[in-house]
């Protein structure tokens, strides 16, 4: 088994993420807090979710020495020029809970949602993965995946995390937070983003399993 390390502390993320990693096989996930016994504060001061996804994967990557999958993303709204975009989690203030960013995002809209107003506030989801295996040369390889839609003025639904509520999928007429697990992950940003992860976790799972034979032929 290889030891996978989820550089989040965001429950919401941790959930989906670790069901989206079930099916790999030989790999077992864990947390920082699990190797470190404390959830290391990585500042996230990347101006795109790339960066930021990668700041966290190295960061984690260098503490715990294990193979690592951090994941960055968030919400951007066309009317506000791209936000909450990379602020996402910290939209209403810096350790806002979910409901006060969707208080401070629904206040923002209310005013571009007035009677007289009817096109779509059209947005998307963004998520950026990145991966570092300290043992196959620490490189950061990132993959991404988006999702199209648009917001709605009153929250609906009750599954999921963070904007789900808020978020209508594009030609579905369902928010993210009115699908299931299996629903959400067929179409969402992480989804897509967590397709493309899984062919690059296979393939550094396997240049680890060569490197390891290598080893075991030179005792
Ligand atoms: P991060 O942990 O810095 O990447 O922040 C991600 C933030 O974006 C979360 O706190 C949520 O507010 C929002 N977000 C990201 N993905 C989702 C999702 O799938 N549903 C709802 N909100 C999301």
Do not use: W
Request: one cysteine or more; glycine letters at 10%.
């Amino acid at each position: 088994m290889h030891t996978l390390v989820l550089a989040t502390t965001n429950a919401g993320k941790v959930r989906e993420l670790a069901s989206l990693l079930a099916g790999i096989p030989g790999v077992h996930v864990v947390m920082p807090k699990d190797l470190l016994g404390y959830s290391p504060d990585v500042v996230e001061d990347g101006e795109t979710f790339e960066a930021n996804a990668a700041l966290k994967a190295k960061a984690v990557a260098a503490l715990t020495h294990c193979l690592t999958l951090a994941d960055d993303s968030g919400l951007e709204v066309d009317a506000l020029f791209g936000a909450p975009g990379v602020r996402s989690a910290r939209f209403a203030h810096e350790r806002a809970t979910d409901s006060e960013n969707n208080a401070a995002l629904l206040a923002k809209l209310g005013a571009m949602t007035a009677p007289d107003r009817d096109e779509a506030l059209t947005a998307r989801f963004r998520c950026a993965i990145a991966i570092v295996d300290p043992f196959g040369g620490g490189e950061v390889h990132t993959v991404d995946g988006d999702c199209e839609g648009e917001m709605v003025p009153h929250p609906r639904g009750a599954s999921g995390f963070g904007y789900d509520p808020l978020f209508q999928v594009a030609g579905t007429g369902q928010t993210f937070a009115e699908l299931n697990d299996a629903e959400k992950h067929a179409i969402s940003h992480r989804g897509k983003a967590m397709a493309k992860a899984r062919l690059v976790l296979e393939k550094l799972l396997l240049a680890r399993e060569e490197r390891l034979r290598k080893l075991e032929v030179h005792e």
